[in-house]
């Protein structure tokens, strides 16, 4: 089939913590692989992609490497901040039809 | 930021009534869609537009329609909402040849 797993929340660390929420796929072939971000109260934002097996996509200190190997794509973050609690969504392509297919998304609480 | 704007961006309505919810972007990109999002659930594809004129249905479309007349605009409706259609609604937007998508503010809709 076609789907996106991540693990469940919510995931509650203290700040400067190291970050990990797990990412999996299922899927033919090797499609382009996302995370979004999503803050209280607003729509989702692109964090970071990643377009072929061993890609490394990063932005804001936040990092997650394609491994097809393992269909994964990891969200990783060496020192989590307050400001990081939101929401995560760990997405892929789909072809039919240009769409994004999402996991269910974990929430992240960050605590000083 | 990519130019997304929703509207209405709050709305409560009775079951039974038409509702009518609209997508304007700035960005005069060729695909346009319209998700839901639900606790557990993620986000899922209602409908999508690959074109003015030009919509197909996604996984979950039933009880929705939509309309796109200009490239700008992209319209949701429910043409007699129900209580299970109560969520938060997002449109997305993305250029050919791209995967991403940039998301709208979204609309909460509740119906009574």
């Known amino acids: 089939g076609n789907s996106v797993t991540q693990m469940e929340g919510p995931v509650t660390l203290s700040e400067e913590a190291f970050l990990t929420i797990n990412c999996t796929y299922t899927?033919?072939?090797?499609?382009?692989l996302f995370w979004y971000v999503q803050y209280p109260g607003e729509g989702l934002q692109l964090l970071l992609k990643?377009?072929?097996?061993?890609d490394k996509g990063s932005n804001k200190g936040f990092e997650a490497t394609y491994r097809k190997e393992t269909t994964s794509f990891h969200l990783e973050k060496g020192s989590v901040q307050v400001s990081d609690s939101a929401v995560y969504f760990c997405a892929r392509y789909y072809n039919q039809g240009g769409k994004l297919i999402f996991g269910q998304g974990t929430e992240l609480s960050v605590k000083p | 930021d990519a130019g997304i704007t929703q509207s209405p961006r709050h709305k409560v309505t009775e079951t039974g009534t038409p509702v009518t919810l609209r997508c304007h972007q700035t960005e005069n990109h060729r695909y346009m869609y319209w998700y839901r999002q639900d606790p557990g659930h993620g986000l899922r594809l209602i409908h999508y537009s690959y074109g003015v004129k030009d919509t197909d249905k996604g996984e979950v479309s039933d009880g929705y329609s939509v309309s796109r007349s200009k490239t700008e605009d992209f319209l949701l409706t429910l043409e007699s909402a129900t209580s299970s259609q109560t969520s938060v609604y997002f449109c997305?937007?993305?250029?050919?040849?791209?995967?991403?998508?940039?998301f709208g503010p979204g609309t909460r809709l509740t119906v009574t």
């Open positions: 899927a033919t072939g090797y499609p382009s």
């Open positions: 990643a377009t072929k097996a061993d």
């Open positions: 997305a937007i993305s250029e050919s040849g791209r995967f991403e998508q940039y």
